[in-house]
Every structure is written in structure tokens, then in C-alpha cells.
Nanobody
Framework: QVQLVESGGGLVQAGDSLRLSCTAS????????MGWFRQAPGKEREFLAS????????DYADSMKGRCTISGDNTKNTVYLQMNSLKPEDMAVYYC????????????????WGQGTQVTVSA
């Protein structure tokens, strides 16, 4: 099993930046890729970004290109999501996920999930 813990969420103003962190523990050697998703009230879970550890490969949702960067430190089993120019519509619960197979934009292909961290953006 793999446990994921997100942190870094909170209340920010529109235009601010925020960096979310996700630290994995447990059977981390089984992880081949990590991803970030978000879910706003009444909406489906939305893919944001993913990365493959080795070789390094990243993928971004079109809506997030240019506004966010996914990165990781495999010595710390931690992946980050840097978000810039936040907007009120970015307000959601942000989830980290881990896959034993590879990167994907589909939430169903991830095996482990964190509990989520709330991001609130005021206008």
C-alpha cells in the first residue's frame, strides 16, 4: 500500500501563487507516476498534471498549461504542483494520486489517492 498526504492548500487572493505538496509513504518503489487532480463542488474530478519518475515526463491539462508546473523530488518521495495567477474558478479540493503503471489523464488509472487539500481563491 501507498499513503499520500497533500499539504499547502489554503485561502489566497486572485492572482496569487500557491505550491501544493504531496508526500508518499509505504511501498513507494511501486509508484511509477504521480498526478494532480481537483474537484469543485458539483463537478467531476478534473485532471491537472502528471509526471513519470524515470524517465522524467510531464503532462498537463490544456487548461493548466502555462499556469502550473509539476515537479518532484524522488529522494523525498514528494511531488509538487506550483500554481500561478490563481482565479476564483480554481477553487476546489486538490488531490494527489499515484499510479503503479504510468502517467494518465484518467483518474480511474490511479491506484492510490490522498485525502485532498482545499484551495480557496477570493476575488
Amino acid at each position: 500500500q501507498v499513503q499520500l498526504v497533500e499539504s499547502g492548500g489554503g485561502l489566497v487572493q486572485a492572482g496569487d501563487s500557491l505550491r501544493l505538496s504531496c508526500t508518499a509513504s509505504g511501498r513507494t518503489l511501486s509508484i511509477y507516476a504521480m498526478g494532480w487532480f481537483r474537484q469543485a463542488p458539483g463537478k467531476e474530478r478534473e485532471f491537472l498534471a502528471s509526471m513519470h519518475w524515470n524517465p522524467t515526463y510531464t503532462d498537463y491539462a490544456d487548461s493548466m498549461k502555462g499556469r502550473c508546473t509539476i515537479s518532484g523530488d524522488n529522494t523525498k518521495n514528494t511531488v509538487y504542483l506550483q500554481m500561478n495567477s490563481l482565479k476564483p474558478e480554481d477553487m476546489a479540493v486538490y488531490y494527489c494520486a499515484a499510479s503503479q503503471y504510468g502517467t494518465s489523464r484518467h483518474s480511474s488509472l490511479y491506484d492510490f489517492w490522498g485525502q485532498g487539500t482545499q484551495v480557496t481563491v477570493s476575488a
